[in-house]
């Protein structure tokens, strides 16, 4: 908290004008100056703007949190007018290339790349968590035969918490960590639950002789052979999109998870918050409703009556547009590089890839887009990745879940460390009355005063 929020005597600014703000209420001619830190003047500093002692002072508003930082974070950079992201400060392009999905997530989680020692031991843990207690087999058997599979995640996820209850000491950081091994050790494994029952077949355990991702191709789609092996191209495809999806500072989702953290449950319910989040087809979402647009264009031929009809604001063209990213999505790009050697593993072509690519090129080339610096985001091109991956349409935003858990895990982790750590309760712009009656059933007329 700041007391630089302070009204002169004279109604004048007396800041040294580096870095500070004044603010002239026009009500009451007085100025206030405020501190600016690392860019931004803290919203508490309005409350002390009134127009007398009975005021409850300003406040900010922001819908949708599109201007207000909510926490400190070391964890993820993006650069939005650049088009650039950086996990603890390494390049996404970079870790592309070098790194893999675990050692990402230690680098998330830990704040530097592991040593050997910590490398093997960080993925000797993960390896030997991914094992769920056999009870819940049983509560995704009493799903739909049809259900959701995120749906399947999202309640699984949150149950998870039942199994742990140790985990609620948020106050051992063994806990904290043994509870991150957990979740991103046993979420490929619900996952592919949850993917086997909308099948009907049966469950298949975890092999801890595969990789991480050699080891969910196994779960998803091992049936009579006695060791399933991976393609090791597909491993790696799935690998790379595991990294770029493993963390987006403060998203939607994320901000959910630091949310419901605020008021101290344990990590798992935290978790399971993301996944609601991401389900939405504004956030994670966004990838089966690309498909799904794509199937809706059907023909390269039918691409620009689509885009006419966005522009008439009858659609949204679904996986462009970011509240951050003002300019190409690194994402994208490196998804769009590892597209072709994914088919060319699979041999199979998928038509869909041409219109999203007939789409891109004619959105790039249109004031409308370009005037609103909308371009494609990470979710353009995976859905015609994972549907080249062989992974159906309503499994796609659980393949997001996946990887987006080491992020979540470590914003949370970061949360629960930092000493502004307080509720998240924001205010709001009452608009309703006040002072009303009670108006008995008898005499009340509907909606009508
Ligand atoms: N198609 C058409 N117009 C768009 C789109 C779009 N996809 N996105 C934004 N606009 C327009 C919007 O109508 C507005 O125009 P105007 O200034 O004339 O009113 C302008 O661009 C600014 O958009 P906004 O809605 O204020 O932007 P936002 O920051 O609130 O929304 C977004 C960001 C991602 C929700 C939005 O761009 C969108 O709905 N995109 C499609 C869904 C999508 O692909 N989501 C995945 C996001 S990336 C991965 C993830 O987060 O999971």
Redesign the pocket.
Known sequence: MTDKAQATEDGQAQGDGAESLTVTDNRTGESYEMEITDGTVRAMDFREIKVNDDDFGLMTHDP?L?NTSHCRSSICYIGGEEGVLEYRGISIEQLCEHSNYLEVAYLLMYGHLPTQDEYNDWVYQVTHHTYVHENVKDFMDGFRHDADPMGMLLASVGALSTFYPEAKDLSDDFQQHVSAVRLIAKMPTLAAFAYRHSLGLPYVYPDNQLSYTGNFLSMLFKMTEPRYEPDPRLERALDVLFILHAD?EQ??STAAVRTVGSALPDPFTSIAAGVAG?YG????G?NI??VKMLQRIESTDNVQDFLDG?KEGNE????????VYKNY?PRARIIQEHIEEVLEATGKQNPLLNIAQELEKRAMDDEYFTS?K?YP????YSGVIYEALNIPQDMFTVM?AIPRTSGWMAQWMEWMNDEELRIVRPRQIYTGPRDADYVPMNERNGGAS
């Open positions: 949708g599109s987006h998203n939607c991401l087809p504004l956030h994670g966004a409703a690309v966005v949204r063209l679904m996986g462009f547009g970011h509240r999505d609103r909308l985001n990470v979710d353009f997001f």
